[in-house]
């Protein structure tokens, strides 16, 4: 069974940078379409940044500009950057396919960015 795990989360300023990354530890020997997802706090789960397997990506209005994925050479970890943060993205952060199948959900990030 596929097992997603996401890393790099934390607690940052507005206007800070992370990034994340996510990887398959099982499952999945190249990882070619993905997309990262967020959910806060009495929110629904949304998608904010995909990236098909010809690295063609596609992002959420409100993260437009500011959110960048990418991928590694060998398709391994999936990226999340992350700079010019708000409160707003302040959020658990998953990765997953981009639908309509979805993998098992992995445990997330949680994102913190402070005022």
């Known amino acids: 069974q596929v097992q997603l795990v996401e890393s790099g989360g934390g607690l940052v300023q507005a206007g800070g940078s992370l990034r994340l990354s996510c990887t398959a530890s099982r499952g999945i020997a190249r990882i070619n379409n993905m997309a990262w997802y967020r959910q806060a706090q009495g929110k629904q789960r949304e998608l904010v940044a995909a990236?098909?397997?010809?690295?063609?990506?596609n992002y959420a209005d409100s993260v437009k500009g500011r959110f960048t994925i990418s991928r590694d050479n060998g398709r391994i970890t999936v990226y999340l950057q992350m700079n010019s943060l708000k409160p707003d993205d302040t959020a658990l952060y998953y990765c997953n396919a981009p639908g309509p199948y979805l993998y098992p959900w992995g445990q997330g990030t949680q994102v913190t960015v402070s005022s």
């Open positions: 990236i098909t397997d010809a690295g063609t990506t």
